[in-house]
């Protein structure tokens, strides 16, 4: 299957595909060689394990193989790359009979939708009190805080996070890779925003790194 | 003009660049009268390089074996492509 990014790669990096090349392409490896690293890191995102991600790695570089005469555009290889991942790993999805996760947000949590952890950190002014309460909140979590947090995300709404915030792709370049409209992107982006905010709230709470006035009242 | 609710839902995409120019020019209209959400504005950037440095201290290397293994798909590759030539 040729997804959006891929056909996009190949399409604009080759307006009208007639002339004479005036150059052979670079070898497969040479290009993918530099993003091997970032795209294990990617394919364990997707799948949460490891034996998983080596084989969605490997299975995206066969691809990836075999499609490489479609990528004019050495420039744009790491989305393309990506693409190509998480279309393999669509279909490993679909052939485990596990389809993407979408359920409304609001039917996980009716009130996770409206969530503000920038609010909610302004009125319950929680314990330990400090002058730059919202940066101070951040700080209290470890990368192992931060990491289950952001794994107890709903996967549909995580994915677009990773692909933009830790990878830096556009959200243009997100929505084509995850084959729906911006529109769509960026509601899931913002649905995985608030479901972060409201994780680290409420880890904050149950790991006792802020006291919140609620508590105080019990 | 739009409103803190619509400020809010477009700030993370403000921080990625990836809103077009009208867009953009509204949000920024709005965060000259608003205080509360430049203040957000400036929450959410710190939050998303806690989420984005996170990410790049704890992200895990390819293993070794599995680099073995993909040098050996290169190396297929390269000979089959010499022997088309």
Request: contains cysteine; glycine residues 6%.
């Amino acid at each position: 299957m040729t997804s959006t990014v891929e056909a996009t790669v190949s399409r604009a990096a080759h307006p009208g595909a007639t002339g004479a090349a005036t150059e052979p392409p670079p070898a497969f490896a040479q290009i993918v060689r530099d993003h091997l690293d970032g795209l294990y890191g990617y394919c364990f995102r997707l799948t949460g394990d490891p034996a998983d991600a080596e084989d969605l790695v490997q299975e995206s570089l066969l691809r990836a193989m075999r499609a490489y005469d479609g990528l004019r555009d050495p420039s744009r290889a790491k989305g393309w790359m990506f693409a190509i991942a998480t279309n393999a790993w669509r279909d490993l999805m679909r052939a485990r009979g596990r389809e993407l996760r979408t359920t409304s947000l609001d039917d996980l949590d009716p009130e996770a939708g409206e969530f503000s952890l920038f609010q909610t950190l302004t009125i319950e002014d929680p314990f330990p009190y400090s002058d730059e309460l919202h940066l101070d909140f951040l700080r209290l979590f470890r990368d192992d805080d931060v990491r289950a947090v952001f794994g107890s995300i709903t996967a549909a709404f995580r994915l677009p996070i990773v692909l933009t915030v830790v990878h830096g792709f556009s959200c243009k370049e997100a929505a084509a890779m995850l084959e729906i409209p911006l529109g769509t992107l960026l509601s899931r982006l913002h649905r995985g925003r608030k479901q972060l905010e409201r994780g680290l709230w409420d880890y904050a709470v149950a790991n006792g790194l802020v006291t919140s006035t609620e508590e105080d009242r019990r | 003009m739009i409103d803190c609710r619509e400020a809010v839902r477009r700030m993370w995409a403000y921080l990625d660049r990836s809103l077009g120019d009208e867009p953009v020019e509204e949000f920024e209209a709005h965060l000259e009268t608003c205080q509360r959400c430049c203040g957000e504005l400036e929450f959410s950037r710190h939050l998303r390089d806690m989420v984005a440095d996170t990410d790049q201290r704890s992200a895990p290397a390819m293993p070794p074996e599995l680099r073995s293994r993909v040098e050996l798909l290169f190396a297929d590759a390269e000979t089959s492509t010499e022997g088309r030539a």
